[in-house]
């Protein structure tokens, strides 16, 4: 893992090009080959890496330009899922929702390629980020296991191999997405007992990244998570869960969320200084990841390279007054 103190990483997605928003909806109207737009997906996640790099990012990944959201992408590749029409998350946004018909099980990888592909392309240290068993159900229909706590274990045990997978390949740094978490805390051990199967054996490093909910339902008891660090949206939320944070001890790394991506506006360096001292109020600087709240595929190419670029400056220079 990389040894600097306050590595900066991003947490997921960044901004597709129009360019590549228009091949996939052609090669979706069977209009442009696999081979085309595997040569696409190839060049995009090149021109990500270049941005992360300039931007001066630690710790990267690929932006995600394979993945069209968090959930379909990967029951598509895992036996026993059906995939249905579109469903509104928010405002215009839609996914395909999943169901799940029969017994789950590991079909072929699910990020094993990415991670390759990724190493190929750089020298810097990467994490691996993958939806949760937890959130995948969540936010599918499950039209098979009598209760929704089987059908996350069944699918817990899948991802588990996936992230053994992943390790035999070489990764170190692992993230599991779980944005469910919150919005359910009445099943906070269904979730713990996801994550503890999912990464049973597997010897890497594991991050848990949470955003939106009330925090103060899910603290301390979210500090029993089998994984080395936990992820926040904090930013967004002006910061008020420091308070929650402080109240017992913060007994894992923390991926201190310090950018909001629900924002065009770019926040100054000085800014961003300020909110990452935040986190010292809750661990030392030592056991602080920098990043912004959550993935910033929502904002442009030009304001996410800006706000990636601020928080690694503000991040280099609190190095130097440490």
């Known amino acids: ?92 946004n839609y996914y395909r929702k999943p ?69 035999a390949a070489g990764a170190s740094f692992i993230q599991i997405d779980d944005p469910a978490i919150p919005t359910h805390v009445d099943e906070l051990e269904i979730a713990r007992n996801s994550v503890e199967i999912a990464t049973k054996g597997v010897k890497a490093y594991t991050g848990l990244h949470i955003c939106y909910g009330d925090y103060s339902k899910l603290y301390p008891q979210v500090l029993d998570f089998s994984v080395d660090q936990l992820d926040f949206e904090l930013a967004n939320k002006s910061f008020q869960d420091i308070s929650i944070f402080r109240e017992h001890d913060f007994t894992k790394d923390i991926g201190f969320g310090c950018v909001d991506v629900h924002t065009r506006r770019i926040e100054s360096v000085d800014e961003i200084k300020g909110n990452i001292k935040k986190a010292f109020e809750i661990v030392e600087p030592k056991r602080v990841y920098v990043d912004p709240d959550c993935g910033l595929k929502l904002l442009s190419s030009q304001v996410s390279f800006q706000k990636l670029s601020n928080m690694c400056a503000a991040a280099r220079e609190l190095r130097g007054e440490l």
């Open 99 to 167: 169901s799940i018909v029969d017994e789950l099980s590991y079909r072929d990888e699910l990020t094993v390629s990415e991670y390759r592909n990724l190493r190929g392309l750089t020298e810097h240290d990467i994490k691996v980020p993958i939806t949760g068993p937890y959130t995948i159900v969540d936010w599918s229909f499950n039209e098979h296991y009598r209760t929704k706590e089987d059908a996350v274990y069944a699918l817990a045990e899948v991802i588990n191999q996936e992230l053994k997978a992943l390790v």
């Open 1 to 92: 893992m990389n040894d600097k103190i306050l590595p900066t990483t991003v947490v997921g997605s960044y901004p597709k090009p129009r360019w590549l928003n228009h091949l996939i909806r052609e090669h979706s109207d069977s209009s442009l080959s696999d081979e085309v737009m595997e040569s696409a997906y190839s060049d995009s996640i090149k021109a990500v890496v270049k941005d992360h790099e300039l931007a001066g990012v630690d710790i990267l990944w690929d932006g995600e330009m394979r993945r069209e959201e968090m959930t379909s992408y990967f029951a598509e590749h895992i036996n026993g899922f059906s995939i249905y029409g579109e469903v509104r998350v928010w405002g215009n």
